[in-house]
């Protein structure tokens, strides 16, 4: 069982930056691939970024290149995702997510394990 928590949303005007962090409680993280998916008020929820475990590789919504960052740090267990110029269209809340293996999926059912969420909110 790997629980994973989130930290680091809140209120930030249009072209602001945060940094979402994902602590995991995994016992070997590195065997895990991480990612974030997002959910706004009335819609599906969205896969934002993800990071393989081994090789470190990462992956974008074609909504957020060039603007958000996934990163892992193995030793602490934590992923990060630093979010800059940001607009009200990313205002949702987003979760951290975690599954075993190597394969970095756009498809939220092929995530175990989901963090509780924290809520991103962006002022025009």
């Known amino acids: 069982q790997v629980q994973l928590v989130e930290s680091g949303g809140g209120l930030v005007q249009a072209g602001g930056s945060l940094r979402l962090s994902c602590a995991a409680s995994?016992?070997?993280?590195?065997?895990?691939?991480m990612g974030w998916f997002r959910q706004a008020p009335g819609k599906e929820r969205e896969f934002v970024s993800g990071?393989?475990?081994?090789?470190?590789?990462?992956y974008y919504a074609d909504s957020v290149k060039g603007r958000f960052t996934i990163s892992r740090d193995n030793a602490k267990n934590t992923v990060y995702l630093q979010m800059n110029s940001l607009k009200p269209e990313d205002t949702a809340v987003y979760y951290c997510?975690?599954?075993?293996?190597?394969?970095?999926?756009?498809?939220?059912?092929?995530?175990?394990?989901w963090g509780q969420g924290t809520q991103v909110t962006v002022s025009s």
């Open positions: 997510v975690a599954n075993s293996g190597n394969l970095v999926s756009t498809r939220p059912k092929l995530y175990r394990y």
């Open positions: 995994a016992r070997t993280f590195s065997d895990y691939v």
């Open positions: 990071i393989s475990g081994s090789t470190g590789s990462t």
